[in-house]
């Protein structure tokens, strides 16, 4: 629940997770308002100040100045305790990940059910400080059903992966700037075709219309400096790390480094 302040212009905001509450606001004294409201409507609460907090299993690090770095720390070592794991990975997969092998044999009834709870526990870890993993995760669900010695072997990979990284946080930092967008779009233009219908500022077709309308918007804002473009190559292309990874080692390599 966001909540804009006029008079002191800032917002403040309260996550509710069942029972496990967090307060932010860049005014201490208006979080310190709210927790006295909780407090007069609820007993008992155990209230955590500073710039640690614990949060769903997570670990909120506001230490440092416009950066918060997130770790979950203690479920990644329970995950990777019971599956005795001691090696590490550079990347989540192999460039296998998505081909499936016919013969592996099936997962017995035990192992079934081991891969299935295994697979979700890491995939919460994953959806909230690991987006690079999250291809794998979301594969391996398609096969809780039907899991194999094969797919078992993927989800081993994937955590000695954890395994390697699990010191590296999600760091989320602001700039000294006002925020900006950043989007990588790619020029597959055998692809999407529609961006081969303007040549020279013109539509060549009237199906093209919208398009049109759209490719002179952006060149205005990039003419007014409100767009910035810049050629990426492939293989520094930071979306590219959640969809490419096992195509192009390079992209997991490059990013990894700037980590």
Known sequence: FNKWHEDEQVQSTIGIYVDDIIVTCKNADIAEAIITSLESEFDELTITRGKIHKFTGMIFDFTESRKLKITMKKSIDEILKRNNVTSTAVTPSTEELFQIDETSPYLDKTMKEKFHSEVASISYVVKRIKPE????????????????????????????YVNGTKEIPLCLEMGNNPVEIVANIDSSHATHGDLSMIQNGRA????????NIRFFWLNDRVANGEVTMRYVPTEEMTSDLHRM???????????????
Do not use: A
Not at 149 to 155: F, N, R, S, T, V
Not at 204 to 211: D, K, M, Q, V
């Open 204 to 211: 060549t077709g009237p199906t093209s219309r919208h398009i």
């Open 245 to 259: 990874i096992m195509q192009l080692p390079g992209v997991f390599e490059y990013i990894s480094r700037r980590i």
């Open 133 to 160: 993993c999250l291809p794998v995760t979301s594969f391996l669900m398609t096969r809780v059903h039907n899991s194999t010695e094969q797919d078992w072997q993927k989800l081993e990979r994937l955590l000695s």
